[in-house]
Every structure is written in structure tokens, then in C-alpha cells.
């Protein structure tokens, strides 16, 4: 008995914080949701060691690229500003603008090229592995 009020409690508790997230103007909106990168490879395992979460804001001026490099982890981002062309060592491509998320490619070799007028800015979440890198340059 005592188990089922926990549970109606919460219940109502969720459906009370629903209505007043309603009612205050709050939004949620979903920028992506995918188990498989860009590309259509699916995303693999997590790993099984310590969790690590890392987020990363990169800025890339107008022309530039990243070097070459590929991610052993699931990893995702948002462009927060500019244009970004993002290019795997198979040439395939995808183009980000402004607002634009995407999960990335894993274990590919890529790099990401601004290829607007301004600095582009790209906000990345890294779900990683404690003491082991995000990151793999060529």
C-alpha cells in the first residue's frame, strides 16, 4: 500500500510540474534524437568503464579547419553560430547551419571546415570513458 502512494505521489508530482511548466511559457524542444550518427552507421555500446561527460565549445574562424581526427565515444553537438561543413575521409558531407544538432560520426575519419563568413561555434557532448581520450588526431 505504502508503494503504491509513492508512486501516485510522483505521479501527481510529474503531472502538477507538466502543467506548471505549461502554464510559465516554459518550452522543450528536441534538437535530436537518433541511434545512429549523421552518416547512418549505428551508434555503438557505451563503454562499460567509469562514465565521463565532457562538453566542449569549439570556435573556428571563417576558412579554417579542424585537422583530421575521429572519436572513439558517442558524441553529439548543436552549431550554435555560423556555417560548418563537416567531411569524412569517404567524402561524405554534411552541412550545418546556425541551430542545426547532429551526432556525430564514431570511430570515422573527419574534420569540420568553416565554411561561412563568421566564426562558427559548435557546442559538442562527449560521452566518455574516465582516463581515456575523446579524441584521435591521424
Same mark, same amino acid.
Given at each position: 500500500?505504502? *508503494?503504491?502512494?509513492?508512486?501516485?505521489?510522483?505521479?501527481?508530482?510529474?503531472?502538477?510540474?507538466?502543467?506548471?511548466?505549461?502554464?510559465? !511559457?516554459?518550452?522543450?524542444?528536441?534538437?535530436?534524437?537518433?541511434? %545512429? %550518427?549523421?552518416? =547512418? +552507421?549505428?551508434?555503438?555500446?557505451?563503454?562499460? /568503464?567509469? $562514465?565521463?561527460?565532457?562538453?566542449?565549445?569549439?570556435?573556428?574562424? $571563417? /576558412?579554417?579547419? &579542424?585537422?583530421?581526427? *575521429?572519436?572513439?565515444?558517442?558524441?553529439? =553537438?548543436?552549431? &550554435? %553560430? /555560423? @556555417?560548418?561543413?563537416?567531411? +569524412?575521409?569517404?567524402?561524405?558531407?554534411?552541412?550545418?547551419?546556425?541551430?542545426?544538432?547532429?551526432?556525430?560520426?564514431? !570511430?570515422?575519419?573527419?574534420? /569540420?571546415?568553416?565554411?561561412?563568413?563568421?566564426?562558427?561555434?559548435?557546442?559538442?557532448?562527449?560521452?566518455? @570513458?574516465? !582516463?581515456?581520450?575523446?579524441?584521435? *588526431?591521424?
Amino acid at each position: 500500500m505504502f *508503494r503504491m502512494l509513492a508512486v501516485m505521489s510522483v505521479v501527481g508530482i510529474l503531472a502538477f510540474a507538466a502543467t506548471a511548466q505549461e502554464s510559465s !511559457g516554459i518550452s522543450t524542444t528536441v534538437l535530436v534524437k537518433s541511434d %545512429s %550518427s549523421w552518416d =547512418g +552507421t549505428p551508434l555503438p555500446s557505451y563503454p562499460k /568503464g567509469a $562514465p565521463e561527460i565532457t562538453v566542449l565549445r569549439i570556435a573556428i574562424p $571563417p /576558412g579554417e579547419a &579542424l585537422p583530421l581526427h *575521429r572519436h572513439p565515444v558517442i558524441n553529439a =553537438g548543436i552549431l &550554435l %553560430s /555560423g @556555417e560548418l561543413t563537416v567531411t +569524412t575521409d569517404k567524402n561524405e558531407t554534411k552541412i550545418l547551419k546556425e541551430g542545426d544538432a547532429l551526432v556525430e560520426v564514431v !570511430g570515422k575519419w573527419h574534420y /569540420g571546415r568553416n565554411t561561412g563568413k563568421g566564426p562558427a561555434v559548435i557546442l559538442v557532448f562527449y560521452a566518455g @570513458e574516465r !582516463g581515456k581520450p575523446i579524441t584521435e *588526431r591521424k
